[in-house]
C-alpha cells in the first residue's frame, strides 16, 4: 500500500491563516522509499516568529536564504507526488500518514486550496493513518503504559526511539518508527 508520511512545521495552529515553513514527506511502497524535504519562506514574517524560532530552531535568516515560496512548495510536492502517484488513476492513491494526522491534513489540503487545485483527493485516500489514535489504542490494549503527554517525542523516547523534535524530517521518521512498533505489540499480543 502506497503511503506517504509527512510533517510540517507552521507559523502557528491555524491552517487558514498561518502557513507552512518546513514540509517533509516520506513515500513508501515496499521497499520503494523516497523523500521530499522543503522550506517555505513566508510572504510576510509573523510577530510571533521568534516564539517560532525557539520551538523550531528555523530562523527568518535561514527562510529568507532556503526557503522557497509557498507556490514552489506546492509546484515542488506535487512533483514528487507525480513520480509516485497517477493523479488520474482513481485506484492509484496513497494513505495520508502523520503523528497528527488531521492537523497536517488541513495544512497540506489549504496548501492546495491557496494554489487553486481542488483535487487533494487525486492523490490520497480519504482514510488517513493518524499514529496520534494508534497511541491511543496501544493504551486502551495495554501494550504501552499512559505517558504525561501524547507528544511525537514523550511517545517515541517511552519506546526507545531518538528523536530531534520539531524537524519535520526527523518527526516524521520517528513517527513511522512509532507506528511499526505500537503495530506489533497491538497485533502480536497473546
Same mark, same amino acid.
Given at each position: 500500500? &502506497? %503511503?506517504?508520511?509527512?510533517?510540517?512545521? %507552521?507559523? *502557528?495552529?491555524?491552517?487558514? %491563516?498561518?502557513?507552512?515553513?518546513? /514540509?517533509?514527506? /516520506?513515500?513508501?511502497? *515496499?521497499?520503494?522509499?523516497?523523500? +521530499?524535504?522543503?522550506?517555505? &519562506?513566508? !510572504?510576510?514574517?509573523?510577530?510571533? #516568529?521568534?516564539?517560532?524560532?525557539? /520551538?523550531?530552531? $528555523?530562523?527568518?535568516? +535561514?527562510?529568507?536564504?532556503?526557503?522557497?515560496?509557498?507556490?514552489?512548495?506546492?509546484?515542488?510536492?506535487?512533483? #514528487?507526488?507525480?513520480?509516485? $502517484?497517477? &493523479?488520474?488513476?482513481?485506484?492509484?492513491?496513497?494513505? #495520508?500518514?502523520?503523528?497528527?494526522? *488531521?492537523?497536517?491534513?488541513?495544512?497540506? !489540503?489549504?496548501?492546495?486550496?491557496?494554489?487553486?487545485?481542488?483535487?487533494?483527493?487525486?492523490? +490520497?485516500? @480519504?482514510?488517513? /493513518?493518524?499514529? +496520534? @489514535?494508534?497511541?491511543?489504542?496501544?493504551?486502551?490494549?495495554?501494550?504501552?503504559?499512559?505517558?504525561?503527554?501524547?507528544?511525537?517525542?514523550?511517545? =517515541?523516547?517511552?519506546?526507545?526511539?531518538?528523536?530531534?523534535?520539531? @524537524?519535520?524530517?526527523?518527526?516524521?521518521? =520517528?513517527?513511522?518508527?512509532?507506528?511499526?512498533?505500537?503495530?506489533?505489540?497491538?497485533?502480536? !499480543?497473546?
Amino acid at each position: 500500500m &502506497k %503511503t506517504v508520511w509527512i510533517d510540517i512545521e %507552521t507559523t *502557528g495552529l491555524d491552517h487558514k %491563516t498561518c502557513q507552512i515553513i518546513e /514540509l517533509a514527506a /516520506l513515500y513508501e511502497n *515496499g521497499d520503494d522509499k523516497s523523500t +521530499f524535504h522543503k522550506y517555505c &519562506k513566508p !510572504r510576510i514574517k509573523p510577530d510571533n #516568529f521568534s516564539e517560532i524560532e525557539e /520551538l523550531t530552531g $528555523i530562523t527568518w535568516a +535561514f527562510l529568507e536564504e532556503n526557503g522557497i515560496t509557498e507556490n514552489q512548495l506546492y509546484k515542488e510536492f506535487t512533483e #514528487f507526488l507525480s513520480q509516485k $502517484i497517477d &493523479k488520474y488513476d482513481k485506484s492509484d492513491k496513497a494513505i #495520508f500518514a502523520a503523528f497528527n494526522a *488531521g492537523f497536517d491534513n488541513e495544512f497540506i !489540503r489549504e496548501l492546495f486550496k491557496r494554489n487553486n487545485d481542488n483535487y487533494f483527493g487525486s492523490w +490520497f485516500h @480519504s482514510a488517513q /493513518l493518524d499514529v +496520534f @489514535s494508534t497511541v491511543a489504542m496501544a493504551y486502551r490494549f495495554g501494550v504501552l503504559p499512559v505517558q504525561i503527554n501524547n507528544k511525537n517525542e514523550t511517545i =517515541a523516547k517511552a519506546l526507545n526511539i531518538e528523536l530531534k523534535a520539531h @524537524s519535520a524530517i526527523e518527526d516524521i521518521k =520517528a513517527s513511522r518508527q512509532i507506528q511499526i512498533i505500537l503495530e506489533n505489540k497491538i497485533f502480536n !499480543r497473546s
